[in-house]
């Protein structure tokens, strides 16, 4: 199994072990608990990447495609929430209520082709094919995820104390590093298997 096959799998197992260090102890503290959702989002986005990449047909890479529409936005909003809730940030009682009510509605787009209208192969294999709905699908997830970057940035100048510098500038880290790989170009073809 080559890296295209293995990286959403690793992904998936790494994900699933945060979440039981996150939560050994923590049961009841609720920024672990919206961590851990979060983390099972992105567990959940490895598993459905995996099918995605091993599927035999484009048919079958479609469905699983599909998956990503709802969980997408989801993954956004749980991040935001968790980064609000942990900086102790101040926002308006409906904002909240409302991002997670724009996930729901994306949950019906999903059986349409607004947001993804198919599938094609690239060299690294399989890749959506945008609908007219995809670029406020992904303008409302990337949105969110910075608006919650920007919430760590804050946090990270306006803190007196060390740790949780350290904690807000390892979560800052992170989105950048996530964001280069999401952003910048690379050959994916070094994934296919030789």
Known sequence: MNAYFSLPLIQTLFCLVLIAVVLRGHLRSSAHRLFSFFLLGLAIWGIIIFGMRASPDIEHAYFWERFLIPLAPLISVLFYHFAVHYTGTKIKK??????????????????????????QIKPYGYAPVLGSAAAFHILFSLGVQLIALLTFIKA?????????????????????????????????????ET
């Not at 991002?99 to 993804?116: E, M, R």
């Not at 390892?170 to 999401?182: A, D, G, L, N, P």
Request: net charge positive.
């Open 94 to 119: 409906w904002c909240l209520p409302l991002l997670y009510v724009v996930c729901l509605c994306f949950i019906p787009l999903a059986t349409t082709d607004l947001v993804f209208s198919g599938m």
């Open 156 to 192: 990270y100048r306006t803190s007196f104390y060390a740790e949780e510098r350290n904690r807000a500038a390892y979560i800052i880290e992170e989105r950048k590093i996530t964001w280069q790989h999401s952003f910048l170009p690379f050959n994916r073809s070094s994934y296919r």
